[in-house]
Nanobody, 115 residues
């Protein structure tokens, strides 16, 4: 059974930082492309950042220079370091694994940024 568990969300003031973690079980993480997505109230889920199985990263424009995605295959984990947070970053953040043409999702972790 594949499970993805996010942690690290919380309430932070504008300009602050958070580090999200995603621990994965049930798959061989080094063979999976991974990503972080987010969904704000009333909006569709959107991509934040991706990291491929070989470590190549991609970021959407609104987080470039502020967020850093990384992975530790030995720990079966992926991370998202979020700096210079803004109120518009408020959302539920989801971990995604794309593995053998299947998408797996975590339950999400709430990130709230106050102004």
């Amino acid at each position: 059974q594949v499970q993805l568990a996010e942690s690290g969300g919380g309430l932070v003031q504008s300009g602050g930082s958070l580090r999200l973690s995603c621990v994965v079980s049930g798959i061989t993480l080094r063979n999976a492309d991974m990503g972080w997505y987010r969904q704000a109230p009333g909006k569709q889920r959107e991509l934040v950042a991706k990291i491929s199985s070989n470590g190549r990263t991609n970021y959407v424009d609104f987080v470039k220079g502020r967020f850093t995605i990384s992975r530790d295959n030995a720990k079966n984990a992926m991370y998202l370091q979020m700096n210079s947070l803004k109120p518009e970053d408020t959302a539920v953040y989801y971990c995604n694994a794309y593995y053998w043409s299947l998408n797996f999702w975590g339950q999400g972790t709430q990130v709230s940024v106050s102004s």
